[in-house]
């Protein structure tokens, strides 16, 4: 909700494009700082390591009135779902959480994909037990690549505030109407104090519609009154089959519309530096930034490589892979995870796939220095490839 | 919700089924008709795949024929048996995940709050007694602590009857259940003890043999949670399928609990009493 400071006018250009100040804050400042301008109805919370701060500061956010109704709720399950009946409800509502809490609340999201809300939820992504870790890494992004939902990744504090403004703007658009995750490493983002660029205070979001949403209502106020908000659970039966078979290829469908909306608001799904290059880092998240360091070490050594920075996770950008990488002999995916599932989604999109390298990775709380990822391309030069596809 | 949101317009209601016609002219809508009228109005329930002889179905009957406003009135359940009669309503039902209904209902409650001020939205909770007091107890317990102003209803057929005739946290002591070959080996939840511990202003505890009290039960239930705070209704409701008795003796086994286990029971805050004595002229002698 925006505060009485905060006046409606056409701030969508304002907010993405328009005057921005200083600011010199965290991660977690940064989440906060988004939700004061998102104009959210109600935000619910459960603690858990690296995402409590943030949901404090949308507490406090609470308390100066930004925000309708904000309340602890018992589990991570329990917050889901409870945040699912706020959008059955007819409005704009926030959440997050990180790594165990997201596993625990798993079932959860497909059933907001399946119900076509509009959700936006921030992950701040760490370790799974066992062994237990509060550390940084990002499996729980590989386990939710098919919950239906959105997923973008923040490389840094600022997109991680750009990105959950710009994930209410997608996730709203009539012919989506899909939660967006947005997902940005622990602790390397969240705990972080860097300089950022915000919109001034007083400019916030248009107030979510309702009205344009593509299911109806759960209100009793919006026609048709019968309505079930689930897939149909009746015993098997060819009819209750294809109904749900075809309800699920419109939320695939609707992931797909979303990419020119992902282009407007976001520039593209992904950023290529120096095109053209025959060597390339792909990475998203906190990667990125490694890479960015990587890439000027192996620039300075008169290296041709590039860089590319992928920011939506779900879509994945298979067709812009292709064009960037049409030349490439070779592709380094650096990861914060054992699984690797970027190298996978890359390998899976993109011709002559022994061309990527799933490497390095590194996971529960293990850094990443830039040394790393240019030892594995020369590693890999050295090899002649011969590690492609391992 | 206002009539007018339902009634078709003139050069389309004669291609409406018929059963939406009835529901427009003579449906209960901003009428104050319940249990005691039932036979004259149309109700809001239709036909439902339910076993013959199904205490859930018959639960649900009454329960929303006791509803004090269907048109605004928001239903929350949970999969189960308790699916196959809600989702053939005429009120807007959601059921999702299993265990979660109080979750639900809870972020639904609060935004209708936030959208309709002015308006008393009644958001009911309907559910098995695996989803209330299995699988989705911790949830249920914290709707009441934080005393969100929903009314829970269980449909309490001690059994999990979709399934196929599982052992159920409220099933009784000693009944032989599949997942319980020894015969269940603790007593049943006291959920209805616990409703008061943990916060709700009501609770009833009925069988479907007695529809007039069910039905008081069921509309005190909801008018309480608009003002006071979470409300609990426990309806007995025997499942002749996996209980293996005749589809004709539903309302003989339930009639005999009513003696025994489900003796009708209610609590009322000092407050909620108050209130009822208010919207109901005192408090009579209660119906059979």
Known sequence: ?????????????????????????????????????????????????PQSESMHLVGELFAKGYIRDYYRAENEFAVMAAVHGAALGGGRVFTATSGP??????????????????????????????????????????????????????????????????????AEQPDVHLPVGVFADGFFVTHTREEMRLPPEDCCLPPYDPGFAPVPVFDMETPPMRITRDPLLNKSNFISGNANASWHQEVLAAAERARKHIAQYMGGL????????????????????????????????????????IKSIRPFPGSELCKALEAADLVVVPEFNAGGWLAREIRAAIDRNHRVIGAPRVFGGMTMPPWLIVEEVKKALGAGQSRGGC | ???????????????????????????????????????????????????????????????????????????????????????????NYSNTAFGNQNSVASGLKRMLSIRYPDKDKDVVVMAGDGG?????????????????????????????????????????????????????????IPVFEMARTAGCVYGAKVTIASPKRLGMAVNRAILLARELGPTYVQIYTPCPTNMKFSPADTLRIAKEAGKAHYAFEEFMTEEAALRIAAMEGGLEKEPE
């Open chain 1, 270 to 309: 992904l950023e290529v530096e120096n095109p053209g290059a025959k060597i390339f880092i792909a990475a998203s998240g906190t990667a990125v930034s490694q890479s960015r360091e990587a890439l000027r070490m192996m620039q300075a050594e008169g290296m041709d490589a590039g860089l590319i920075k």
């Open chain 1, 1 to 49: 909700m925006c505060s009485e400071k905060q006046k409606n006018r056409d701030t969508i250009t304002e907010l993405l494009h328009g005057l921005r100040n200083k600011a010199f804050i965290t991660g977690s400042e940064a989440v906060a700082e988004a939700v004061k301008r998102a104009n959210v109805d109600m935000a619910i919370a459960y603690p858990i390591t």
């Open chain 2, 1 to 91: 919700m206002s009539k007018k949101i339902i009634t078709p317009v003139a050069s389309l209601a004669h291609i409406l089924p018929e059963d939406y016609r009835a529901l427009v002219e003579k449906g209960p809508h901003g009428k104050s008709v319940g249990i005691k009228d039932l036979g004259s109005f149309k109700e809001i329930t239709e036909e439902h795949p339910h076993c013959a002889g199904c205490g859930v179905s018959l639960g649900v009957r009454l329960a929303l024929a006791a509803l004090p406003a269907p048109e605004d009135t928001l239903v929350v359940g949970t999969p189960g048996c308790s699916f196959f009669a809600l989702s053939q309503t005429a009120v």
């Open chain 2, 132 to 188: 209330i007091a299995d699988i989705g107890l911790d949830m249920t317990l914290h709707s009441w602590f934080r005393g969100e102003k929903i009314s829970t209803i269980m449909l309490d057929n001690e059994v999990y009857g979709n399934t196929g005739g599982q052992e159920s946290g409220m099933s009784p002591e000693g009944q032989v259940l599949h997942m319980a070959p020894k015969g269940k080996n603790f007593k049943k």
């Open chain 1, 101 to 170: 809490g997201t596993l625990r609340a798993m079932e959860m999201f497909p059933v907001w994909a399946g119900a076509r809300q509009p959700i936006v939820c921030a992950f701040m992504c760490r370790g799974v037990s066992l062994p237990p870790s509060i550390q940084p890494e990002n499996i729980e992004m590989g386990m939710l690549l098919d919950t239906g939902m959105l997923m973008l990744h923040a490389e840094n504090g600022q997109d991680f505030f750009d990105m959950i403004l710009q994930a209410y703007l997608i």
